[in-house]
């Protein structure tokens, strides 16, 4: 059984920061590449950010990249994504999943388990 839940979302004004951390319950946690994507309502999901299975590797959508920083604790099970200078388009629920053992993906399809959500609202 796969399970991942998100927390940390919530309602922010622009310029401000979040922090969302994802718990996995998974076999062998610290051998899977992991990421954070977005759903906007009527939206695709979109890819947010990757971690390597060690946190040795990072890779960001051009639109975050300065902004959000991805990390892990392989001890703890434990993976976030730390959210600064807040915009309002960065609103979405907030997904973390279960990438592929070998490298780092971008790709929604290259992802096998999703978490729940959280939702991050931030107004103008």
């Known amino acids: 059984q796969v399970q991942l839940v998100e927390s940390g979302g919530g309602l922010v004004q622009a310029g401000g920061s979040l922090r969302l951390s994802c718990a996995a319950s998974v076999r062998a946690f610290g051998i899977w590449n992991m990421g954070w994507f977005r759903q906007a309502p009527g939206k695709e999901r979109e890819f947010v950010a990757a971690?390597?299975?060690?946190?040795?590797?990072?890779y960001y959508a051009d639109s975050v990249k300065g902004r959000f920083t991805i990390s892990r604790d392989n001890a703890k099970n434990t993976m976030y994504l730390q959210m600064n200078s807040l915009k309002p388009e960065d609103t979405a629920v907030y997904y973390c999943?279960?990438?592929?053992?070998?490298?780092?993906?971008?790709?929604?399809?290259?992802?096998?388990?999703w978490g729940q959500g959280t939702q991050v609202t931030v107004s103008s």
């Open positions: 999943a279960v990438g592929p053992v070998f490298s780092i993906s971008v790709n929604v399809g290259s992802y096998h388990n």
């Open positions: 971690i390597s299975w060690s946190g040795g590797n990072t």
